[in-house]
């Protein structure tokens, strides 16, 4: 017969039994498995679309974030689409490789590299070709509503892992 680690240790926690009454969490219940499996779907409905393009999901990002602001720096992109400038870079060196992009350095600070959509990149961006799944979202008018939350959401829990809960 085994000894039990509370014996062995009488300082150690044992699991609390299960409330009666209680259910277990479900996977469909949690909010961030939700957002993590649509962010999935929206991944295979935009992949056919993208693939012929000859682009990857955060290529596209990239492009679209430099058809709202052309010519930012790798960080002020990196800033705007969630990534550290190391993970950045080889994503803008192909898009730069296919003539969607320029790179160079900043004349004012040779430390920053500054982004640049070019001809090519603009009329890429401009054809919107993620456009095509508005309606595949089924949300019709409450899209923009969604959107909305979702990046309120998403701003709510940077806060919070920033020690800022509360914060408006």
Do not use: H
């Not at 058809?67 to 080889?90: A, H, I, R, Y």
């Amino acid at each position: 017969m085994g000894t039990s680690q509370t014996a062995k240790n009488p300082g150690a926690a044992t699991p609390a039994p299960p409330q009666a009454g209680k259910e277990k969490p479900k996977l469909a219940n949690f909010l961030c498995f939700a957002i993590y499996s649509a962010n999935l779907a929206f991944g295979r409905a935009y992949k056919p679309i993208l693939d012929e393009l000859g682009l990857t999901y955060t290529q596209y990002i990239a492009l679209v974030a430099l058809s709202e602001k052309d010519d930012q720096t790798v960080g002020e992109l990196g800033e705007k689409m969630f990534l550290e400038s190391n993970t950045l870079t080889p994503i803008l060196k192909k898009l730069e490789q296919i003539g969607l992009i320029s790179r160079r350095r900043d004349p004012q600070d040779e430390r920053q590299v500054r982004v640049s959509l070019t001809a090519a990149g603009r009329s890429l961006a401009d054809a919107d070709p993620g456009a095509s799944l508005t309606d595949a979202t089924g949300l019709g008018d409450d899209l923009d509503e969604v959107q909305q939350s979702v990046a309120r959401l998403r701003d709510n829990l940077l806060r919070a892992t920033q020690g800022e809960l509360g914060k408006p």
